[in-house]
Each structure stands twice: as C-alpha cells, then as structure tokens.
C-alpha cells in the first residue's frame, strides 16, 4: 500500500494518504506520529480524494474534541479521581489536586504523595477513557503505597481493566518508539 501523498497539509494539518488497490469503497482515517492517515480505494478520482480526506479529518477532529470535553478540565479530573477512589479503593487515597499537564512527554502520569498533588499527560486525552482511569487509580494508589511492590500493585488490580489499560499503554508506547523495547509499565506511569 503506497503513500500516494506523504506530507500535504489540509488547514495546516499534516495529512498522509495512502491508496490501497485491495480497498473497494471503505475510507479510514487515523492519527500516526503526529500526522493524520486516511487510507482510500486506490480508484479515488483526485476530487474523490479530496472530498473524503477532508470528511475524514474533520470527523477524526470531532471525535477528538468530543472526548477532550468528555474527559473535562481538572475539576471534572478530580471528581473521576474521587470516584474511582471511592469504587476501587475504598476511598482511602484522597489527593489534594488533580490536573491535566502539557509537558510530561514521557510518562503517563505523576504523583507527589508529600503534598497529595496528581498529574496527567495531556497526551492521555486522546485514550479510551478506561485508559485515563486506570493512569488516575495507579497514581491514587502512589498516595497509599509509594513504591511499586507487591502489596501496590496488588491495589492497582482492583481496578478491573487494569490490564487492559497497561497493555493499550505498552502498545502505544511501542508503536511510538518504532521498534526500540518498551519502558517499563513502573518507568510510565509514577
């Protein structure tokens, strides 16, 4: 599957577009590295791909905002901590703040058990929202159990889509990484 059009921009957006001869009405659309990919019938007329290149950002956009707005600022970040507190750790850890960041690149999220304080990458926005919550319930457990033994994650278990979350996050980080070995799930998430 060629890239037709590598590098072209759509409202100074980059976007990526790759014809597919095997493709016979389906379009799809993603976001890679930073860049949107919209997958189309290699048959498309040039005016075809216009039009359905551009339906696709926009919806990807959407869909995006869409969950920006679900996911709320950090007083909405609080209260989902709380609750999660509440549901699956019998409302011990209680954090003084809870914020979104923009400038952790590396980890998912952080923790301050001295002053109580949580911080999520803006980067997390993006997720499925069960994502989000376990990144929430692991740092709550920091607040509880600062060190990543038995006895922490064993705490962080009871969130039930743990694993699933670690492995969505492992993926994404592989994906991001092309290639190099995963972090370790303890060096993402503190």
């Known amino acids: 599957m060629p890239a037709d059009r590598a590098g072209a921009t759509l409202s100074g957006e980059d976007v990526e577009v790759r014809r597919s001869n095997r493709r016979r009405r389906t379009v799809t659309a993603y976001r890679e590295s930073g860049r949107t990919v919209v997958l189309i019938p290699a048959a498309f007329s040039p005016a075809e791909e216009r039009r359905w ?33 509440a549901a699956h750790l019998d409302g011990v850890p209680e954090p003084v703040s ?20 949580i911080r999520l990458s803006s980067r997390l926005r993006a997720m499925p929202e069960y994502v989000v919550d376990y990144v929430l ?39 991001a990484s092309h290639g190099t070995p995963p972090a370790r799930d303890d060096d993402l998430v503190d």
């Open 98 to 117: 809870v914020r979104w960041v923009d400038n952790q690149n590396r980890r998912w999220g952080s923790c301050t058990p001295a002053d109580r304080t």
């Open 137 to 175: 319930v692991h740092e709550l457990v920091h607040l509880v159990e600062p060190d990543h033994d038995a006895r922490f994650w064993s705490l962080v278990a009871r969130y039930p889509r743990a694993e699933r979350a670690r492995g969505f996050l492992e993926g994404v980080d592989s994906g």
């Open 53 to 85: 290149v551009a339906q696709m950002v926009a919806k990807l956009q959407t869909r995006e905002e869409r969950r920006r707005r679900s996911l709320g600022g950090d007083d909405e970040l609080m209260a989902r901590a709380r609750a999660l507190s």
